[in-house]
């Protein structure tokens, strides 16, 4: 699917879980809004990760609390869109956004941990013909990615990073690898350190920054 004709706001899309969301999410967010000259980003925290086990996940609303959270003072839209969608896989998801928004040009921004393991989403293929992919790389993972059976698929359309710069002239498929001063920080490591975040976490009335509607939840 060509996205070269949108007009609208040029929308990185990042996905996760986000339990919790910390300061690397929102620190590649960032870098890569500014080598994309993206417009804003959406986080879409996921009501259940299909490749993540159900234990030590924590709620919803506390989870989108705390991507609000890390979110605050930056151009980036925390949303459970999945849930109005009523979509689980990435696949979905992407499609039911490029139908919602038909002016928005999309980029789906992921980390090279979750390359490594592309190749076990559902239609992974699928998802680099809907929109440009942008990885971003973190420590570790690097020679997971390269040596993935997804990367070897993907590499043919692997672009530089000039060919997103311009959103206006976008289309899928396209692959640009995102470099920058690694950050270690890692949502398991936080509930490593801390297993009672989600308990003591605060929710308070929050509304879908994409949808405007109430988070399920979240407490008035």
Known sequence: MAVRKRRGPAT????GSFNPAHGGHRRITLFAM????LDEAWWLVSPGNPLKPAAGMAPLATRVASARRQAR??????????????TRFTVDTLRALLLRYPRR????????DNLAQFHKWKHWRDIA???????????????????SPAMACLGRIRRPRSSLVHPERWSAP???????????????????????WARKSPTGLSRD???HRPIPGTAA
């Not at 869109?81 to 009523?86: K, N, V």
């Not at 040009?105 to 090279?112: C, H, I």
């Open 73 to 86: 003072r930056a151009p980036i839209r925390v949303t459970a869109i999945e849930r109005e969608l009523g």
């Open 129 to 147: 013909k809907l929109m440009p992919i942008a990885v971003i790389a973190r420590p570790g993972y690097d020679a997971a990615a390269l040596a």
């Open 105 to 112: 040009r999309f980029v789906w921004l992921m980390g090279t």
């Open 209 to 211: 920054a994409v949808t």
């Open 174 to 196: 396209a692959l640009v690898t995102l470099r920058f001063d690694p950050d270690t920080r890692s949502a398991t490591a936080l509930r490593r350190a801390d297993p009672d």
């Open 34 to 37: 500014k080598a994309l000259a």
């Open 12 to 15: 990185g899309l990042l996905g």
